[in-house]
């Protein structure tokens, strides 16, 4: 990634199309002709990438170690802010919402900044999601939270839980919605960030289907709809790329092993194993938990690779080998 203090020493562009350096002199998501300026989705794309590196350095690749689960909440907290304030401000025509009839281009631009929108959302989210996880979670929240005597940081983990699913069933829902089945093109990023965002995506939704089964409470129809959808859409990638290949055979096995798909299954297995794979599950990119007082160490040896591999996937056409 290029440096803070370079990538700011380098002021944004302005939103003004080529054919209007001339006689344009402030910039305008709408132009002088009143079409759409084009620039505009390059200039809102450069800022979310602003806010989306604050998500990578302080979250996953500088993580402050001594720094509690409160500090590192408001660290989310205010990162989120930033991603709210960043998706108000989107001119009416980049977002996806909008009824006004647009060109594939704009159409495109309006979706492709949705999605990384979503998936810089579910980065934020994970790590407080797995913290949520790692204390005993389930997806109704009540275990965790007592309104007399919990803090305001345990009341957090659950809702931002529940947000992280909700914004990986809708990044999961326009790829089914927009991605072609017959050729995997369609108004989206390039297939080989869709490939990451999805595979991300349906991670979350795995560990909400989990977290339901674990309980046996009554399941969501829609992070299993999510599921299966998110399953298509890797699948119609598969025509374009090995990784996509690998992520759907990746899910597959999780979910037959984790007896999502037959509930009685799930309960009849012994516990102790079940725990064993819950935790290597949750060692996936978790630097959040990691020296928590009071949260058990566990191995990060059986899983860490797959979170990986979607990454490693892109960058290289051979087989990927678990970590040893």
């Not at 806010?51 to 907290?77: F, M």
């Not at 939704?205 to 969501?220: C, N, S, T, W, Y």
């Amino acid at each position: 990634m290029i440096p803070k203090w370079l990538f700011n020493s380098v002021p944004l562009p302005s939103m003004i199309d080529d054919e209007f350096f001339e006689t344009q002199d402030i910039g305008s998501p709408i132009r002088p002709d009143g079409q759409p300026c084009i620039m505009a989705g390059a200039v809102k794309a450069m800022e979310l990438y602003q806010i989306l590196d604050e998500v990578l350095v302080d979250l996953y690749l500088n993580p402050n170690d001594s720094e509690d689960t409160k500090r590192r909440l408001i660290r989310i907290l205010e990162i989120d802010s930033k991603l709210q304030m960043w998706n108000k401000s989107l001119p009416e025509h980049l977002r996806l919402e909008a009824t006004a009839t647009r060109d594939f281009l704009v159409e495109r631009q309006a979706t492709v900044l949705r999605a990384r929108f979503l998936h810089a959302r579910i980065l934020l989210f994970r790590p407080a999601l797995i913290s949520y996880c790692v204390r005993g979670g389930s997806t109704s929240g009540t275990e965790l939270f007592d309104a007399n005597n919990s803090s305001l940081a345990e009341a957090m983990l659950p809702e931002c839980s529940r947000i992280c699913f909700r914004v990986a069933q809708e990044l999961i829902e326009i790829y089914d919605r927009h991605l072609s089945r017959q050729n995997a093109l369609g108004p989206l990023p390039n297939w080989w960030y869709s490939v990451l965002y999805v595979y991300n995506a349906t991670m979350m939704i795995l560990v909400e289907r989990f977290l339901e089964a674990k309980d046996g409470i009554v399941k969501d129809p829609k992070a299993y709809q999510a599921w299966h959808a998110a399953l298509r859409v890797l699948k119609c990638y598969s025509m374009v790329g090995d990784s996509a290949k690998r992520c759907v055979a990746l899910l597959e096995i999780l979910c037959e092993r984790f007896s999502l798909d037959q509930p009685e299954r799930f309960s009849q297995q012994q516990q102790n194993e079940i725990s064993q794979d819950w935790d290597s599950l949750l060692a996936m990119s978790n630097p959040f938990t990691a020296n928590d007082a009071g949260i058990p160490p566990f191995s990060f040896d059986d899983f860490i690779w797959s979170d990986a591999m979607p990454a490693e996937a892109m960058l290289t056409d051979g087989p990927i080998e678990p970590r040893m």
